[in-house]
């Protein structure tokens, strides 16, 4: 089962989502571009993605997840899914 929708980092600088909700890199592109949009106001590039394994944790419906290097240092569970990962490039934002 994929997980829906995209996640970010603690500090908002990447957007990742399970490779399993998109038909290649640039649909991710695409629909990466689209969420920063909509919940930041504006336009924000989105730079090449990458693929990123990571533990992803649905506890008490809140969406943590880990990367699986640092996960597995830890005593942090949960599902290992393959995701996009991207970093948004906030020099380049439009108004």
């Not at 490779?19 to 592109?29: P, S, V």
């Not at 943590?64 to 906030?90: H, L, N, P, Q």
């Amino acid at each position: 089962m994929a997980i829906e929708g995209f996640m970010e980092d603690w500090d908002g600088e990447m957007v990742l989502s399970d490779i399993r909700n998109f038909k290649d890199e640039n649909d991710f592109l695409e629909q990466a571009e689209k969420y920063v949009k909509e919940t930041r106001g504006n336009r924000v590039p989105i730079l090449e993605p990458q693929l990123m394994n990571v533990v992803y944790n649905s506890e008490n419906d809140e969406h943590c997840w880990m990367a699986k290097k640092y996960a597995e240092r830890s005593s942090f569970e949960g599902e290992t899914i393959t995701v996009y990962k991207s970093d948004i490039d906030y020099q380049n934002a439009e108004d």
